[in-house]
């Protein structure tokens, strides 16, 4: 069963800098993309940041400037620069494989104090 393995998060104040790091093992199939989600509390999960094939990137526009993803084989991490009260929430990694499914991490909080 494929494992994933969220690190870094924390505390911060506004206007500091935290990093996030996804590792995949066990993993049978290619991972196509490798992600951060974020969920706070009250609200939906959404988008934060995606890399893809060919290090294809995307963000959300509350993440464009500030956060910058980058993967290495089956690892993925997330610097998160300026940050601010409303980038508090639990961030999740996602794997997409594609046709062959996706898995989520169980999270990891983070916290931005004013």
């Known amino acids: 069963h494929v494992q994933v393995a969220e690190s870094g998060g924390g505390s911060v104040q506004s206007g500091g800098s935290l990093s996030l790091s996804c590792s995949a093992s066990n993993t049978i199939f290619w991972i196509h993309a490798m992600g951060w989600y974020r969920q706070a509390p009250g609200r939906q999960r959404e988008l934060v940041a995606v890399?893809?094939?060919?290090?294809k990137t995307t963000y959300a526009d509350s993440a464009k400037g500030r956060f910058a993803i980058s993967r290495d084989k089956d690892t993925a991490h997330l610097q998160m620069n300026n940050l601010k009260p409303d980038d508090t929430a639990v961030y999740y990694c996602?794997?997409?494989?594609?046709?062959?499914?996706?898995?989520w991490g169980q999270g990891v909080q983070v916290t931005v104090s004013s």
């Open positions: 996602h794997l997409d494989f594609g046709k062959m499914g996706q898995e």
């Open positions: 890399i893809g094939d060919g290090d």
